[in-house]
């Protein structure tokens, strides 16, 4: 069995186990990351880039290390080989408890229970949610529902396309320390600054192949490419931008505007203002569909460039041998 078929097979199995699972209460391994990650930090903080970037070659190169080991220990054994891939993507991938969650609060939501879904709503966000009415809610879980879509679904099959094990883990660290410490705070302005610039790095590819398939996926195609062409570059994140600006499109909304996190007030672009209208609690629904749509997409499409580029390495080795 080829590498590239097991991680397809590896790589299906790890989306199912998320579909049925989702993510354990407890004892999940990016939690177990994130815990080790802070240990280093106690260690190396110095409010210096310098030794932010150190924070992150050993957090990241670790864990990116820790997963060749892993294939490494496993490539004799198809079967063990598609066991690792299908729990390395399982472990990364957090499609499942996004919905849920937006779920969550969009039927706190239908229920009139705002004050509930304040509650829920940062679980999944870091919006202030006391400064929200319920359609501000909505708004945020809608553009909180893409953003993630690219990042801890879509993003992460690419790495594992380009890398397999390696490349799931080493993804998943780089989110995982961008949002400990690539925050502009007074303790991480300086120290986070390797974390934030790397994920930017590591979740352009994503990106774009987020907000292609929310067009593919959606129910404006056109809006969708129109959107994203007009005003992704006006949002202030180089991968959040493409992302919102598609969904807005593909779902005929509009998102961006002004937001509140931490009491620091944001006046963001407005996404596919032209066109769209303002978000509204069932549109929660259609972007969790929209994400699932887009997740299953990603699947097929990654596995099936890695399956492609490995018949054309291979190819090219038989050309030069013959």
């Not at 579909?19 to 354990?24: E, F, H, I, M, Y």
């Amino acid at each position: 069995m080829g590498a590239d078929r097991r991680y397809a097979y590896g790589a299906a199995a790890g989306l199912l186990g998320d579909l049925l699972l989702g993510d354990p209460r407890r004892g999940h391994p990016v939690a177990v990351f994130g815990r080790a990650a802070a240990g280093v930090e106690r260690v190396l903080w110095r409010d210096h880039r310098g030794w932010g970037a150190l924070h992150t070659a050993v957090c990241a190169g670790g864990a990116v290390a820790l997963g060749a080991l892993a294939s490494r220990a496993v490539r004799r054994s198809p079967a063990a080989s598609v066991a690792l891939t299908g729990a390395a993507v399982w472990a990364v991938v957090g499609g499942t408890s996004l919905v849920r969650e937006a779920r969550s609060i969009g039927r706190a939501l239908e229920a009139g229970d705002v004050e509930g879904a304040r509650a829920r709503l940062p679980h999944l966000c870091g919006r202030d949610p006391q400064a929200l009415d319920a359609d501000g809610i909505a708004r945020a879980v809608v553009e909180s529902v893409a953003e993630n879509t690219s990042d801890a679904v879509v993003g992460a099959l690419v790495w594992g396309a380009v890398g397999g094990v390696p490349g799931l883990l080493g993804f998943r660290a780089v989110n995982t320390l961008d949002a400990m410490v690539g925050h502009r705070s007074p303790r991480h302005l300086r120290f986070g600054w390797a974390s934030a610039r790397l994920d930017d790095v590591a979740g352009w590819p994503g990106a774009r192949l987020t907000a292609v398939l929310a067009a593919a996926a959606g129910d404006d195609p056109r809006g969708a490419l129109r959107a994203w062409r007009a005003d992704a570059r006006r949002h202030p994140s180089p991968n959040a931008g493409p992302v919102e600006a598609s969904f807005a499109g593909a779902l005929g909304v509009r998102l961006g505007g002004t937001l509140s996190y931490g009491g620091r007030v944001e006046h963001r672009p407005v996404l596919n203002g032209e066109r769209g209208r303002p978000v509204v609690v069932r549109d929660i629904e259609r972007a969790a569909r929209l994400s699932r749509r887009v997740g299953l997409l990603a699947l097929g499409v990654t596995v099936a460039a890695r399956a492609v580029a490995a018949s054309v390495l291979a190819a090219g080795a038989k050309g030069r041998t013959s």
